[in-house]
């Protein structure tokens, strides 16, 4: 005879043992080397705060309350993976970071007892639970421009039993009620670090954010910081304005009008993390998309107009008052010739409204007015 039918384990149940399954993978990748985020990340029920998420393709919807999502829901949210949680019609707002890079940041803050933190782009709230497990919640403060998402974070991080302070408006602003911070750690994408968050932070003082498309570490000293890049990061850009409500998937690009040539660099060059790096530095606000879900069909476009398509067999399209294509080729050619530098080997220094990027004395480059 056959035993009883196996009964369904209880969710709870189950988000424990992918809680810990998902630390070990973190341990064993290095991302987490400390025993105290390790213990904060084994604590962190993160599908309380994100109890949905849109898949690709096709930003499908898959949600925690509808039964026939809750198998798939729970396995990708316990997942080393990044979980788009907002879009619009234009664009994605809001997604939870990959655990892996949210671990490394966290590490790279380098907290200690006592510290305030002010936490820049809230999202979901999972970071700011990490936050407030390892220090407290009155230490944690975390601000978002959307108020929607302050709303549901809270909600959700009081749920999970944390109270750090969500606040609503512009992160550019820094959160002036309760500085001096000891860290502030931006979890959202900057063409510069705003003047507020040097003068809300304390005399060697840290800020950990990304800046272009690398990871800075900076310490700072009054309306002075130094430091170095880290690593590649990608995250959604700083908003000065809310997002509206989430509405069908983003549009694919338009095809630009022009003369076509075969291109000099294959498309992909660009996903390669130093290089990019050093694109974003070289050739600040360039923007990309792709056709459909193939990276190698790849759409570049610039605020003056100037776009460029490049098709995965290599012909490229270009039109405006710049051929954007080109200036990448460039920009490949420097970075081969410096030797492919990796993303430690840029200092960043700030001294009042001057920020530069430098790689050697003659590589200086100044990061665009926000």
């Known amino acids: 005879m056959n035993g009883p039918a196996a009964q369904p384990r209880d969710a709870t149940e189950l988000a424990a043992e992918l809680r810990k399954a998902l630390v070990t993978e973190l341990v064993a990748d290095g991302s987490l080397p400390d025993p105290a985020w390790q213990a904060a990340f084994t604590a962190v029920p993160r599908h309380l705060l994100v109890p949905r998420f849109y ?9 925690s309350t509808r039964v026939e999502d809750r198998q798939e829901w729970l396995a990708a949210v316990y997942r080393d993976s990044t979980l788009i949680t907002q879009i619009t019609p234009a664009s994605v707002t809001s997604s939870g970071t990959m655990p892996s890079l949210v671990a490394a940041m966290l590490h790279d803050l380098d907290v200690a007892d006592g510290h305030r933190v002010l936490q820049v782009g809230t999202g979901t709230g999972y970071t ?7 220090l407290g919640d009155h230490l944690v403060t975390s601000i978002d421009i959307d108020p929607g998402l302050c709303t549901a974070a809270r909600k959700r991080l009081a749920a999970a039993g944390y109270h750090p302070l969500i606040g609503s408006g512009n992160g550019a602003n820094g959160y002036p009620a309760r500085a001096p911070y000891d860290r502030i750690l931006a979890t959202c994408g900057l063409t510069r670090v705003p003047p507020a968050w040097l003068a809300q932070t304390r005399p060697g003082g840290k800020i950990l954010a990304p800046i272009a498309s690398g990871l800075a570490l900076l310490e700072v000293d009054g309306d002075r910081a130094a430091g170095r890049f880290l690593s590649g990061a990608y995250f959604m850009p700083l908003r000065g304005t809310a997002a509206t409500r989430p509405g069908p998937a983003p549009h694919s690009p ?37 056709g ?9 476009s610039h605020p003056d107009g100037s776009r460029a398509h490049i098709t995965p067999a290599g012909t490229v ?4 008052p710049r051929r954007l294509w080109d ?18 080997a840029y200092l960043l220094t700030i001294r009042h409204d001057q920020q530069l990027v430098r790689l050697d004395t003659d590589h200086i480059w100044q990061l665009p007015a926000a």
């Open 292 to 300: 459909g879900n193939d990276l190698a069909d790849l759409y570049l």
């Open 327 to 344: 200036e990448v080729e460039a920009a490949h050619s420097e970075w081969e010739h410096l030797g492919k530098p990796s993303y430690d």
């Open 317 to 320: 399209t270009q039109n405006g």
């Open 55 to 63: 898949a690709q393709p096709g930003y499908r919807l898959v949600d």
């Open 128 to 134: 700011a639970a990490l936050l407030c497990h390892r």
């Open 254 to 290: 338009a095809e630009p009008a022009g003369p076509s040539r075969q291109a000099n660099l294959p498309s992909t060059a660009v996903y390669d993390g130093p290089f990019r790096f050093h694109l974003s530095i070289a050739l600040p606000s360039l923007s990309y998309a792709n």
